[in-house]
Antibody
Protein backbone atom coordinates (compact mmCIF):
# COMPACT_ATOMS: atom_id res chain seq x y z
CA UNK A 1 0.00 0.00 0.00
CA UNK A 2 1.31 3.42 -0.96
CA UNK A 3 1.68 5.79 1.96
CA UNK A 4 3.19 9.27 2.37
CA UNK A 5 3.74 10.80 5.81
CA UNK A 6 4.87 14.42 6.16
CA UNK A 7 6.58 15.78 9.27
CA UNK A 8 8.48 18.90 10.23
CA UNK A 9 5.84 21.60 10.22
CA UNK A 10 5.43 24.13 12.99
CA UNK A 11 5.56 27.78 14.00
CA UNK A 12 8.52 29.72 12.66
CA UNK A 13 9.40 33.39 12.66
CA UNK A 14 9.65 35.38 9.42
CA UNK A 15 13.09 34.98 7.91
CA UNK A 16 13.58 31.59 9.54
CA UNK A 17 14.19 28.15 8.05
CA UNK A 18 12.39 24.84 8.28
CA UNK A 19 12.85 21.42 6.70
CA UNK A 20 9.87 19.25 5.87
CA UNK A 21 10.18 15.49 5.44
CA UNK A 22 7.94 13.05 3.58
CA UNK A 23 8.51 9.38 4.33
CA UNK A 24 7.23 7.09 1.62
CA UNK A 25 6.28 3.42 1.74
CA UNK A 26 4.88 1.05 -0.84
CA UNK A 27 6.98 2.46 -3.69
CA UNK A 28 10.45 3.85 -4.37
CA UNK A 29 10.79 7.64 -4.22
CA UNK A 30 13.87 7.75 -6.45
CA UNK A 31 12.04 5.91 -9.28
CA UNK A 32 9.21 8.43 -9.35
CA UNK A 33 8.63 12.13 -9.83
CA UNK A 34 7.74 13.66 -6.45
CA UNK A 35 6.24 17.02 -5.65
CA UNK A 36 5.23 19.43 -2.90
CA UNK A 37 1.87 21.22 -3.05
CA UNK A 38 0.69 23.75 -0.48
CA UNK A 39 -2.62 25.23 0.63
CA UNK A 40 -2.87 28.47 2.57
CA UNK A 41 -5.64 28.56 5.20
CA UNK A 42 -9.02 28.76 3.49
CA UNK A 43 -7.40 29.01 0.04
CA UNK A 44 -6.84 26.80 -2.98
CA UNK A 45 -4.01 24.49 -3.94
CA UNK A 46 -0.64 25.78 -5.14
CA UNK A 47 2.10 23.66 -6.67
CA UNK A 48 5.49 24.36 -5.04
CA UNK A 49 8.19 22.09 -6.46
CA UNK A 50 8.95 18.83 -8.27
CA UNK A 51 11.94 16.51 -8.39
CA UNK A 52 12.31 14.13 -11.30
CA UNK A 53 13.53 10.57 -11.01
CA UNK A 54 16.71 11.70 -12.77
CA UNK A 55 17.26 14.39 -10.13
CA UNK A 56 16.21 17.53 -11.99
CA UNK A 57 14.32 20.00 -9.84
CA UNK A 58 11.83 22.76 -10.62
CA UNK A 59 10.08 25.39 -8.53
CA UNK A 60 7.15 27.77 -8.58
CA UNK A 61 8.25 31.39 -9.03
CA UNK A 62 6.91 32.20 -5.55
CA UNK A 63 9.52 29.99 -3.85
CA UNK A 64 12.40 29.93 -6.35
CA UNK A 65 15.71 30.71 -4.68
CA UNK A 66 14.31 30.13 -1.18
CA UNK A 67 13.09 26.50 -1.20
CA UNK A 68 15.05 23.38 -2.13
CA UNK A 69 13.55 19.97 -2.87
CA UNK A 70 15.68 16.88 -2.35
CA UNK A 71 15.46 13.19 -1.49
CA UNK A 72 17.38 10.56 0.46
CA UNK A 73 17.22 7.32 -1.49
CA UNK A 74 18.46 5.23 1.44
CA UNK A 75 15.59 6.50 3.61
CA UNK A 76 13.01 6.61 0.77
CA UNK A 77 12.23 10.13 1.93
CA UNK A 78 11.50 13.44 0.20
CA UNK A 79 12.47 16.79 1.71
CA UNK A 80 11.66 20.45 1.33
CA UNK A 81 14.18 22.89 2.78
CA UNK A 82 12.49 26.24 3.25
CA UNK A 83 14.63 29.33 3.89
CA UNK A 84 13.83 33.04 4.23
CA UNK A 85 10.28 32.19 5.19
CA UNK A 86 7.55 34.81 4.79
CA UNK A 87 4.07 35.16 6.23
CA UNK A 88 2.64 34.22 2.83
CA UNK A 89 4.35 30.82 3.07
CA UNK A 90 1.92 29.88 5.85
CA UNK A 91 0.09 26.81 4.57
CA UNK A 92 -0.48 23.10 4.85
CA UNK A 93 2.26 21.44 2.82
CA UNK A 94 1.46 18.17 1.09
CA UNK A 95 3.89 15.82 -0.58
CA UNK A 96 2.53 13.95 -3.56
CA UNK A 97 3.66 11.35 -6.02
CA UNK A 98 3.44 12.45 -9.62
CA UNK A 99 1.79 9.87 -11.85
CA UNK A 100 1.11 9.38 -15.54
CA UNK A 101 3.18 8.53 -18.59
CA UNK A 102 4.45 12.10 -18.77
CA UNK A 103 4.04 12.90 -15.06
CA UNK A 104 0.99 15.08 -15.36
CA UNK A 105 -1.05 14.41 -12.20
CA UNK A 106 -0.74 13.73 -8.47
CA UNK A 107 -1.96 10.23 -7.72
CA UNK A 108 -0.99 9.81 -4.05
CA UNK A 109 -0.92 12.48 -1.35
CA UNK A 110 0.26 12.65 2.24
CA UNK A 111 -1.93 14.00 5.03
CA UNK A 112 -0.11 17.33 5.09
CA UNK A 113 1.91 19.28 7.66
CA UNK A 114 1.08 22.83 8.75
CA UNK A 115 3.70 25.56 8.53
CA UNK A 116 2.88 28.83 10.25
CA UNK A 117 5.17 31.81 9.68
CA UNK A 118 4.50 34.44 12.28
CA UNK A 119 6.27 36.55 14.88
CA UNK B 1 2.10 30.84 -17.83
CA UNK B 2 -1.11 28.94 -18.48
CA UNK B 3 -4.08 30.25 -16.50
CA UNK B 4 -6.98 28.06 -15.43
CA UNK B 5 -10.49 29.45 -14.98
CA UNK B 6 -12.77 27.15 -13.00
CA UNK B 7 -16.47 27.80 -12.56
CA UNK B 8 -18.63 28.10 -10.64
CA UNK B 9 -16.78 28.93 -7.41
CA UNK B 10 -19.67 27.46 -5.40
CA UNK B 11 -22.62 25.30 -6.18
CA UNK B 12 -25.68 24.11 -4.28
CA UNK B 13 -27.54 21.05 -5.52
CA UNK B 14 -29.94 18.38 -4.30
CA UNK B 15 -29.23 14.69 -3.82
CA UNK B 16 -29.75 12.96 -7.15
CA UNK B 17 -29.03 16.06 -9.21
CA UNK B 18 -26.61 16.13 -12.11
CA UNK B 19 -23.74 18.49 -11.28
CA UNK B 20 -21.35 20.06 -13.80
CA UNK B 21 -18.15 22.04 -13.20
CA UNK B 22 -16.09 23.59 -15.98
CA UNK B 23 -12.45 24.50 -16.34
CA UNK B 24 -10.99 26.60 -19.12
CA UNK B 25 -7.30 26.88 -19.94
CA UNK B 26 -5.75 30.03 -21.40
CA UNK B 27 -4.08 27.95 -24.11
CA UNK B 28 -4.23 24.47 -25.56
CA UNK B 29 -3.23 21.87 -22.96
CA UNK B 30 -4.22 18.80 -24.99
CA UNK B 31 -5.80 16.40 -22.49
CA UNK B 32 -3.48 17.23 -19.56
CA UNK B 33 -6.34 18.09 -17.25
CA UNK B 34 -7.13 16.36 -13.97
CA UNK B 35 -9.84 16.63 -11.31
CA UNK B 36 -9.52 16.26 -7.53
CA UNK B 37 -11.93 16.09 -4.63
CA UNK B 38 -10.98 17.60 -1.27
CA UNK B 39 -13.03 17.14 1.86
CA UNK B 40 -12.48 19.46 4.86
CA UNK B 41 -9.28 18.73 6.73
CA UNK B 42 -8.22 16.07 4.24
CA UNK B 43 -5.74 15.81 1.42
CA UNK B 44 -6.99 16.08 -2.16
CA UNK B 45 -7.95 12.86 -3.90
CA UNK B 46 -7.46 12.21 -7.60
CA UNK B 47 -10.75 11.40 -9.35
CA UNK B 48 -10.16 11.92 -13.08
CA UNK B 49 -6.84 12.03 -14.94
CA UNK B 50 -5.97 13.01 -18.50
CA UNK B 51 -9.37 14.67 -18.91
CA UNK B 52 -11.58 11.59 -19.00
CA UNK B 53 -9.97 8.62 -17.25
CA UNK B 54 -11.54 7.45 -14.01
CA UNK B 55 -9.00 6.71 -11.27
CA UNK B 56 -9.18 3.18 -9.89
CA UNK B 57 -11.78 2.82 -7.16
CA UNK B 58 -13.62 6.05 -7.97
CA UNK B 59 -17.41 5.63 -8.42
CA UNK B 60 -18.66 5.70 -11.99
CA UNK B 61 -21.03 8.62 -11.29
CA UNK B 62 -17.93 10.83 -11.68
CA UNK B 63 -16.80 11.62 -15.21
CA UNK B 64 -14.74 14.10 -17.17
CA UNK B 65 -14.57 15.28 -20.76
CA UNK B 66 -12.93 17.83 -23.01
CA UNK B 67 -9.64 18.60 -24.71
CA UNK B 68 -7.69 21.62 -25.81
CA UNK B 69 -8.93 24.50 -23.67
CA UNK B 70 -12.39 23.51 -22.42
CA UNK B 71 -13.08 20.76 -19.92
CA UNK B 72 -16.08 19.52 -17.96
CA UNK B 73 -16.43 17.49 -14.76
CA UNK B 74 -19.76 15.82 -14.05
CA UNK B 75 -21.39 14.01 -11.16
CA UNK B 76 -24.31 12.15 -12.72
CA UNK B 77 -26.32 11.73 -9.52
CA UNK B 78 -25.16 13.71 -6.49
CA UNK B 79 -24.73 11.74 -3.28
CA UNK B 80 -24.41 13.19 0.25
CA UNK B 81 -20.81 11.96 0.50
CA UNK B 82 -19.88 14.04 -2.58
CA UNK B 83 -19.96 17.25 -0.55
CA UNK B 84 -16.45 18.65 -0.98
CA UNK B 85 -14.39 21.18 -2.89
CA UNK B 86 -13.37 20.12 -6.39
CA UNK B 87 -10.25 21.34 -8.21
CA UNK B 88 -9.09 21.05 -11.78
CA UNK B 89 -5.34 20.90 -12.43
CA UNK B 90 -3.31 21.24 -15.60
CA UNK B 91 0.24 20.33 -16.51
CA UNK B 92 2.52 22.25 -18.84
CA UNK B 93 5.99 21.28 -19.88
CA UNK B 94 7.85 24.24 -18.38
CA UNK B 95 7.33 22.18 -16.16
CA UNK B 96 4.57 23.46 -14.00
CA UNK B 97 1.30 22.42 -12.51
CA UNK B 98 -1.58 24.86 -12.06
CA UNK B 99 -4.78 24.34 -10.12
CA UNK B 100 -8.13 25.96 -10.73
CA UNK B 101 -9.62 28.14 -8.00
CA UNK B 102 -11.88 25.35 -6.74
CA UNK B 103 -15.63 24.72 -6.64
CA UNK B 104 -17.28 24.28 -3.25
CA UNK B 105 -20.19 21.88 -3.61
CA UNK B 106 -22.99 21.95 -1.03
CA UNK B 107 -26.26 20.09 -0.58
CA UNK B 108 -29.40 22.15 -1.10
Amino acid sequence: EVQLVETGGGLIQPGGSLRLSCAASGFTVSSNYMSWVRQAPGKGLEWVSVIYSGGSTYYADSVKGRFTISRDNSKNTLYLQMNSLRAEDTAVYYCARVGGLVATYFDYWGQGTLVTVSS
Amino acid sequence: DIQMTQSPSSLSASVGDRVTITCQASQDISNYLNWYQQKPGKAPKLLIYDASNLETGVPSRFSGSGSGTDFTFTISSLQPEDIATYYCQQYDNLPGYTFGQGTKLEIK
